[in-house]
Each structure stands twice: as C-alpha cells, then as structure tokens.
C-alpha cells in the first residue's frame, strides 16, 4: 500500500525535472540545473523505493534522447552544445549519491553495502540457478514450479529448510492468486522466498542473508556439477542471475492479446466505476488497509446475494461518473483521428524542414509527441509481457495509469484545432 502510493509520486518528479529540462532548451544553461536536480531525486528515490524500479529506466532514456535531439538540432556554439548535453549529468550524479548514501547507511548500520536483498549479487544468482533446474520451461506465469522447487531441496539443504513455509498452505494462499492448480506465480515465489529465509531465521539479518544465498548458490552449482541437478541446452541461459521470467517465444502471441486488451482499457474509459466490489479481504487484512487510507472496504451485501448494496447517494454518483464516461468513449475517437492526421502532417513538415538543415518548433513538437506516443506503447507492451508471463491477473488499469497520463497529452494535441476553434468563437471578453 505504502509503496504503491509513493511511487508515482516520485516517478512524476523524476520526469517533471526532465521535462523542466526540456522546455529550457532555448533559455540559459543555468535555468535548467533545479530541474535536473529534481529529476535526480526523483529517479534516487523512485529507484529506492521499489525493488523492480528498474523499469523507469526506458523511459528515463526516452525522455532524455528526445533532449539530446533538441539540444543537436539547435544551431549553437560548441561549448554552449556541450554544456547542454552535460545538464543530465546533474541528474546521473544526484541518482548514484541516492543509491550510494543509502548503501553505505545499509553498511553502517547491518553491515551491506547493498541497496536490499533482492537486488544483492548472492540473491540474483541463487534464484538464477533455481530457475536453471527447471527443465520443461517455460511455464507460463510460474518461475520455479512445485516439481522444480522438490528436487531443489534435495540439492541444497539450506534451501530445504525452508519446505516446510514454502509448502505450508499460509504462504500458497497468500502468494497464488490467480493461479488455479496452486502454482507459485513468478513474483510470488520471490516474495514468498524472501519471507521464509525471513521468518525462518536463516536471513533474518543482512549479513545471515548474505551467508544463505552464498550457501544455496554453491550447494545448487554443486549440484548441476555432479549431475544431480540436469542441465539442458534449452535452460542453459534462462536464469542467469535472473529474478524475472525468461524470455521466451510462446509468450509473444499472448503478449499481442495483451497490448489489444490494455488499448481497449484505456480507449473505452474501462475499469473506472466509483462503485466499489465486495471486498475479499478478512477482517485483519482490511483493518491495515483502512488504517492507512482512512476508507473501510465495502462489506455490505443486498440479502440474500452476493452483490454489494450502496447508499442512495453512491448510486447517483456513479450515474453521473457514467455519463461522463460515455461523453470520453465517444469524444475520444474524434480526438485519436484527428492526432494522427495533424501528426503525419506535422511528420512531413519536419521532414521537408531537416532537409534544409533547420528545425524549428513544429520540429520540436513532432517529436516530443512522438516520444510521448511511444513512450505510452512502451510502458503498454511492457506490462503486457509481464502479466502474460508472470502476473496473471488479467489487464489492470493501474498498471496501465503511467500510459493512460501520457495518452491524454496526445488527445489534447489531437484536440488542439477544434479547441482553437472553440475560442475564436467566444466572444472577446471571455477570452
């Protein structure tokens, strides 16, 4: 709950100092420091914040090639050019002192020089060499399955110890969802391996932690040595030091359906009712949630069903939420249509300019809307690969949010005509 509602707070920081950056191009070098300072925060921080932080990575260089090719583009001195370019240095260097002080306030205090576990060399390639033993991969959604993880326990007695919370019905059903034969989800094993060296007592400081995964590493390597581990062609590069799912042809059809599925998410405003399900949470579960967020979970049921009743008033604001929903799903077309064909104009407009050698601010835009565009499919193909390969909860809007804000910036550029229009015919007054 806590990272999730920080996170993007912290990844808008990082690309508002970015854009800060971006919309100074023409202003003095000076101007655009305080924002690549902030960029540098927000990037430290994002990146500290979540363990998989490792995907604002694209679109942090998306974002900074697009400035790059702003900063080329002009017609400038040299030194001016290089001091440019150099702006998001500032950036690279606030980040790296984020992560550096907070490896070394790690070592101070538990003795790593590490940001966490998971991201720990030792964690990486002990998870590597669990995933290697699975010889029927892929599995779809599951990274080291029920088969694999018995005969990893005969392989390392340190990772036997951990069976029976491993096993255990409390940690499958906490870490299952969506998986009807039981299974271990790919992220789900992971944290579900992270908890029992936790509880069990073999990882319960930072340093213990560190002598565990050494001890599972060289017991599972020293398996694959003599044989009893079996180690394939076909396996033989899918867990190198990998704590994510190995890339695998079977998952791209899957992932087509996927990207399909989020487009039309996003397009038809789906997922967006104000009217909240029966809460599947227990009493205990939703107290930390409520304690938190100040809200209870909706518990109230119509009799003898099980759809959730509202008050009065939550039914007429989820009618007028509806409308204006329908007004989105049917404006939202006109706007797709007419982005794409100012863009293609735009496209050849900065086309014809480049061939004279110049670049103005139509050029500027095309590609900032370009950027925009493909930085909404990237984050789109992403997260479909990664919930047709590990998630396995079907689309979910939240993931899709980071497309969704920057979408919004295509609408209104596609928007931009009629809106002028709009405000020629109001009269002077109001303008």
């Not at 509602?5 to 690309?15: E, Q």
């Not at 690279?92 to 538990?110: G, I, P």
């Not at 695998?248 to 405003?269: H, I, M, N, Q, R």
């Not at 077309?333 to 007419?338: A, H, L, P």
Request: proline share 4%; hydrophobic share 45%.
């Amino acid at each position: 709950v806590y990272i999730d509602n920080i996170y993007p707070s912290l990844c808008l920081l990082f690309f508002a100092g970015i854009t800060g950056i971006c919309l100074r191009i023409d202003k003095p070098v000076k101007t655009t420091v305080a924002y690549a300072f902030a960029a540098g925060v927000g990037l430290g921080a994002a990146w500290l914040t979540k363990d998989d932080a490792i995907w604002i990575a694209p679109f942090g260089i998306c974002a900074l090639l697009i400035y790059f090719i702003f900063t080329l583009c002009r017609k400038r001195g040299a030194k001016e050019t290089l001091a440019r370019m150099a702006v998001p240095l500032i950036t690279v260097a606030v980040f790296l002192s984020c992560t550096t002080a907070y490896k070394y306030m790690n070592y101070k205090y538990y003795g790593r020089f590490v940001i966490s576990d998971y991201t720990s060399a030792e964690f990486k390639e002990a998870v590597g060499l669990m995933v290697r033993a699975d010889t029927d991969i892929p599995h779809t959604h599951i990274l080291i399955c029920e088969e694999t993880r018995e005969k990893l326990y005969a392989a390392s007695p340190a990772l036997a110890r951990l069976e029976p919370l491993l096993e255990g019905e409390a940690y499958r059903k906490d870490y299952t969802a969506g998986n009807e034969d039981g299974e271990y989800n790919s992220a789900g094993v992971i944290w579900a391996l992270r908890r029992a060296a936790f509880e069990s007592g073999e990882a319960d400081t930072a340093e213990k932690a560190k002598l565990f995964y050494e001890s599972v590493a060289r017991e599972l390597t020293a398996a694959y040595e003599n044989g009893s581990l079996e180690l394939t062609e076909e396996n033989l590069l899918s867990g190198l030091s990998a704590t994510l799912m190995p890339f695998d042809k079977v998952y791209l059809a899957p992932t087509a359906g996927e990207v399909l599925s989020s487009l039309k998410t996003l397009v038809l405003f789906e997922q967006t009712s104000s009217l909240a399900p029966l809460s599947i949470a227990t009493p205990e579960q939703a107290e930390v949630y409520r304690a938190f967020t100040y809200m209870t979970p909706s518990y109230s049921a119509k009799v003898g069903t099980s759809e959730a009743d509202y008050y009065p008033w939550h039914v007429a604001a989820e009618i007028a939420f509806a409308l204006i929903r329908w007004v989105y799903r049917i404006a939202v077309w006109f706007f797709i249509f007419f982005g794409f064909k100012r863009l293609f104009g735009d496209i050849k407009k900065t086309v014809a300019e480049l061939k004279k050698k110049e670049f103005t601010a139509n050029g500027m835009l095309t590609v900032a809307v370009l950027g925009v565009l493909l930085s909404a499919l990237l984050r789109i193909v992403m997260i479909s690969y990664i919930e047709v390969s590990s998630f396995c909860i079907g689309t979910y809007l939240l993931y899709l949010a980071p497309a969704g804000a920057v979408s919004l910036v295509f609408l209104v550029y596609g928007a931009s005509p009629f809106l002028d229009w709009v405000i020629k015919l109001l009269p002077e007054k109001s303008k």
